[in-house]
């Protein structure tokens, strides 16, 4: 079984920055496929859950939200199993829980949640104007 943490959550200004972690541990069956990958999802209040990033094992391809391409950045240190999204340039509607994921796809894209097996708790990321 995978288990994800997040943290780094806060509350910051507009134009402001955040370095999320997520820490994995376990194993699963696919976690040495190619098409094995960690992404981040954010839902606000009355909104539905949205793909933010993704990056497949390894330090394979990322991929982004639109909305968040040139400010945010998706990484992993394997030596640490953890995946770090920085968040740079931040807008008030940014503002939500952001959850990592991890899970098997196969094919290469930004995925959506039911891609995902397994979730983190979430950290809440809020943006000020």
Request: net charge positive; hydrophobic share 30%.
């Amino acid at each position: 079984q995978v288990q994800l943490v997040e943290s780094g959550g806060g509350s910051v200004q507009a134009g402001g920055s955040l370095r999320l972690s997520c820490a994995a541990s376990g194993y699963t069956s696919r976690s040495n496929l190619m098409g094995w990958c960690i992404g981040w999802f954010r839902q606000a209040p009355g909104k539905e859950r949205e793909g933010v990033a993704v990056i497949y094992r390894n330090n394979g391809p990322t991929y982004y939200a639109d909305s968040v391409k040139g400010r945010f950045t998706i990484s992993q240190d394997n030596a640490k199993n953890t995946v770090y999204l920085q968040m740079n340039s931040l807008k008030p509607e940014d503002t939500a829980m952001y959850y990592c994921a991890a899970g098997f796809r196969t094919t290469y894209g930004l995925g959506t949640g039911p891609d995902f097996q397994h979730w983190g708790q979430g950290t809440q990321v809020s943006v000020s104007s």
